[in-house]
């Protein structure tokens, strides 16, 4: 059964600082993975979506990388904004009959201004 | 391009009663999925279907159910409500299903009170 772990559950930072999410998975076989980002009360906003033949996504301020093999995924925020201040969860999409996305339960962020 | 829209956006049951719940997906989207968030077990999987057909199921009893129409909108519905039964369902959708691995867009949700 395939578990996503994300630690730690919140975090605070100062604005301006350069900050890494980590995302950890148990099963390997997964067809990608996807960073989601969710502001209070609402639903979720896709960041960024790897497949599990690529190693990084790129968009703006944000890098993600993916590393299969060892169940691994980070989230890099450059120069980070107060309006960063979200959650931000992954999901693996697993392989197989039954598959599906698993979430994390997400990192709470706060950057302070 | 319209986002994933979900109706209602908050109601309020007692239990003992049923629910049906909205989803209208992007246009060209024909999967959908639907997962329950919750502050202690955080989002979990409920179903998702692809051209009216349901792919696969997660862990919930059969009071919660769901289908999808040829339109590919979709609904879900959970009878005989319980207390544990409140929280925010979201809607999901993609252009393909499973393998294909697109990114797939959430709808604002649906907050659902069980009193």
């Known amino acids: 059964k395939q578990e996503v772990t994300q630690i730690p559950a919140a975090l605070s930072v100062p604005e301006g600082e350069n900050l890494v999410l980590n995302c950890s998975f148990t099963?390997?076989?997964?067809?990608?993975l996807q960073w989601f980002r969710q502001d209070p009360g609402k639903g979720l906003t896709s960041l960024l979506l790897i497949q599990s033949s690529q190693r990084e996504q790129t968009s703006g301020r944000l890098n993600a990388s993916l590393d299969k093999s060892s169940g691994r995924s980070t989230l890099y925020i450059a120069a980070s904004q107060p309006g960063d201040s979200a959650t931000y969860l992954c999901a693996v999409r697993s392989t197989g009959a039954n598959s599906k996305l698993t979430f994390g339960k997400g990192i709470t962020l706060s950057v302070r201004p | 391009k319209a986002g994933v829209t979900q109706t209602p956006r908050y109601l309020i049951k007692t239990r003992g009663q049923q629910v049906t719940l909205s989803c209208s997906p992007i246009s060209g989207h024909r999967s959908v999925s639907w997962y329950q968030q919750t502050p202690g077990q955080g989002l979990q999987f409920l179903f998702e279907?692809?051209?009216?057909?349901?792919?696969n199921k997660g862990n919930f009893p059969g009071r919660f159910s769901g289908r999808q129409f040829s339109n590919s909108r979709s609904e879900m519905n959970v009878s005989t409500l319980e207390l544990g039964d409140s929280a925010l369902y979201l809607c999901?959708?993609?252009?393909?299903?499973?393998?294909?691995?697109?990114?797939?867009?959430f709808g604002e949700g649906s907050w659902l009170t069980v009193v």
């Open positions: 999901a959708s993609s252009v393909g299903w499973g393998v294909t691995g697109n990114t797939i867009y």
């Open positions: 099963d390997s076989a997964i067809y990608n």
């Open positions: 279907y692809f051209s009216e057909t349901q792919r």
